[in-house]
């Protein structure tokens, strides 16, 4: 799995865990415990009565410190595994998203939509982003024809924009990074078996038209995919 991180968020994550990392800081714990316990004895030898318990409750202060640090660094014990985890949660999932405007009808402000049932949301086709943006309009392509039957050859593709976005993911039960690339689809004539009004099945998914107001209005649209309808919004 390749990793796509922002330099300035690894170094944070990696800042943030510094005093953590390795075993350098249990020998720190451990020695401030041994330097807290040298001065309770040390603390009965001096005669003066206020020297005495000035140092006495300055040991017990330092030795209590350091037992408390030991007991945290093992109860709370930070391994290459954790900060894998942390680290492989800040990846960025790059996406490709198609706005595709209902063919045949001048100035349509209505956008193709399909039902995402783990999301339970309706989306905007998108894929992950093929790195090449060449190849990523050629994969779109493909993924246009496979999963909604709209002819390679009938299908103008244009990238407006990209967005980042950072939400939680409720179909992965936890936080994702994206990197949103915005196309514009222009499709040329109404494919095979899709309707302009009311849903239709194509390709095996539920499939609706819907304006960018009417997406915002939709409670859910608005909770799961405010970011993507705001990205496309502002892009074409």
């Known amino acids: ?113 399909y039902y995402d049932s783990g999301w339970d949301c309706w989306f905007f086709p998108n894929r992950h982003s093929t790195p090449n943006i060449q190849d990523d309009e050629r994969d779109l392509g493909n993924y246009l024809n496979v999963e909604f039957k709209i002819p390679m050859q009938d299908c103008d593709l244009a990238m407006r924009g990209t967005e980042e976005s950072t939400k939680y993911s409720t179909e992965h039960d936890e936080e994702r990074h994206y990197l949103y690339r915005i196309y514009s689809g222009d499709v040329q004539t109404l494919p095979e078996h899709w309707e302009l009004d009311g849903e239709f099945e194509v390709g095996g998914h539920r499939c609706k038209w819907m304006t960018i107001a009417e997406m915002l209005a939709d409670e859910r649209i608005h909770d799961v995919n405010y970011d993507v309808v705001t990205a496309v919004r502002d892009n074409l």
Not at 5 to 26: C, F, M, N, W, Y
Not at 29 to 56: D, E, Q, R
Request: aromatic residues 10%.
């Open 1 to 113: 799995m390749m990793l796509m991180i922002r330099e300035s968020d690894l170094r944070a994550v990696l800042d943030k865990h510094r005093t953590q990392i390795g075993v350098r800081p249990l020998w720190d714990s451990i020695l401030i415990f041994i330097t807290g316990v040298f001065y309770i004895p040390a603390a009965w030898a001096v005669s003066n009565a206020i020297c005495k318990w000035m140092m006495l409750g300055f040991g017990l202060l330092v030795t209590g410190y350091g037992a408390y640090e030991i007991v945290e660094h093992v109860r709370h014990r930070f391994t290459v595994e954790i900060l894998y985890k942390e680290i492989a949660g800040m990846k960025r999932i790059s996406s490709s998203i198609v706005a595709i405007r209902q063919p045949g009808v001048p100035d349509s402000n209505k956008y193709l939509l």
